[in-house]
Structures are given as structure tokens and as C-alpha cells.
């Protein structure tokens, strides 16, 4: 079967660092995607990890490991606009994902 | 830049009744996806299509159907709303390759079933 867990809510401070974490059990991996939604919008992409490591992206970054079954989005300077859920989805089959329930992030000022 | 269509952004529908989600996207994308999204349950998979007239059943179809007339548009179909179906509905399109490609979302379509 497939599960992906990631926290539900988390609330961090204007200007500071999150991470918001993902660890997944899937049948088969090809990739785990990172995406953004604000309340009432479309899911944009943010990142795309194969390869075990760390991929930076301006203030946004993505780690994964895959002997552990984890990944993390990394958010630094964080901006009152940053306030979205943020989906982690894992590639196992073709062109399919499979995805986390989502964590809310609030930014506080 | 991308673009992906619903055609309602809110739909208010009573039980028993038969309805239709659009999808367009201008990508020319082989792949054509339908999700639904509930509070605490993330996104799920309802039915997804690789070709025009080909569908395949994703984790949740019971109660849908799908269309796929024309590559760029993908139809979801309730053939009898239920209140159960109340949810925000997602259709994202991708290309079809050999590895994973990124899904490009439309707006959403939040549908009430009364």
C-alpha cells in the first residue's frame, strides 16, 4: 500500500526558517514532488527530488532520502505570503502520484 | 505559460442529479488526471487518462465516470450526485514520458451535493 505522512498544521514566525517534514512508504519511487496550494487555489510546483541530496531553490530548498523513506521542504526568510499547505507527492508508478494529506503553514508576523 | 480550465469554480447540485466537470488544457499533454480533495484526506486519485479514449481507474471511482473525446479536454462525470461527493474537485494534466513528469493544476471546482 501506499502512505505518505506529513504534519497537518504547522505556524512559524515572519523572517524565520521551517521545515515542514514528509516521510513516505510507496511500492515503487520515482521521485517525490513538493507543491503549494493557497486556500482556494490550484497546487503549484515548487520542487522535484530523484536522487538522494539536497536541491536549493532561492528561499525554497528540498532534501531527500530515499534509504529512509523522508523528504523535507526547507523554507527560509519566511514571507507573510509564504501562509499555504504545502503537498508532498510521491512519483511510484508511471506518471501517477500519490499524496500526503498536506501541512497548513501558517507565518506569523 | 500553462494552462489548465474547470468550468466552474462553484457548483451547487441536489442528489440524484447527473454532473459534469470540464477539464481543458492548451499543453497539448498526453496525461489528463481528476482528483478529488477533502479536509485531512490530501488529494485522491479518482481517474486518470494517457490517450484520448483511454481511461484508467485511479483509487477512488465509485460513483464517476470519465470522457475523453478530444486530448485537450477530460470530463468527470457524476451520474448520480450524492451528498458524499461534496468536495473540491482538481483535474491536472501532464506529458507522458518514461519518467515522472510534473501535473499542472486548474482552479478547482468546489461542488455541493444537497
Known amino acids: 500500500g501506499q502512505n505518505i505522512d506529513q504534519p497537518t498544521e504547522m505556524t512559524a514566525t515572519e523572517g524565520a526558517i521551517v521545515q515542514i517534514n514528509c516521510t513516505y512508504q510507496t511500492s515503487g519511487f520515482n521521485g517525490l514532488f513538493w507543491y503549494q496550494q493557497h486556500a482556494g487555489e490550484a497546487p503549484t510546483f515548487l520542487s522535484y527530488?530523484?536522487?538522494?541530496g539536497l536541491e536549493e531553490k532561492g528561499r525554497f530548498s528540498s532534501f531527500l532520502s530515499r534509504s529512509k523513506g523522508y523528504s523535507y521542504l526547507l523554507l527560509k526568510e519566511l514571507q507573510m505570503k509564504d501562509s499555504a499547505s504545502y503537498l508532498c507527492a510521491v512519483n511510484n508508478a508511471g506518471n501517477m502520484l500519490t499524496f500526503g494529506g498536506g501541512t497548513r503553514l501558517m507565518v506569523k508576523p | 505559460d500553462v494552462k489548465v480550465t474547470q468550468s466552474s469554480r462553484y457548483l451547487v447540485k441536489r442528489t440524484g442529479e447527473k454532473v459534469f466537470l470540464e477539464c481543458v488544457q492548451d499543453?497539448?499533454?498526453?496525461?489528463m488526471f481528476w482528483y478529488r480533495q477533502d479536509p485531512g484526506l490530501g488529494l485522491r486519485l479518482i481517474y486518470f487518462?494517457?490517450?484520448?479514449?483511454?481511461?484508467e481507474k485511479g483509487d477512488i471511482p465509485e460513483g464517476y465516470s470519465v470522457s475523453r473525446e478530444k486530448k485537450e479536454r477530460f470530463s468527470l462525470i457524476l451520474e448520480s450526485a450524492s451528498t458524499n461527493q461534496t468536495s473540491m474537485y482538481l483535474c491536472?494534466?501532464?506529458?507522458?514520458?518514461?519518467?515522472?513528469?510534473?501535473?499542472?493544476f486548474g482552479p478547482g471546482t468546489r461542488l455541493l451535493v444537497l
Open positions: 491536472a494534466s501532464s506529458l507522458k514520458t518514461g519518467g515522472a513528469e510534473t501535473q499542472y
Open positions: 499543453m497539448d499533454h498526453e496525461n
Open positions: 527530488n530523484v536522487l538522494d
Open positions: 487518462s494517457y490517450d484520448v479514449k483511454m481511461k
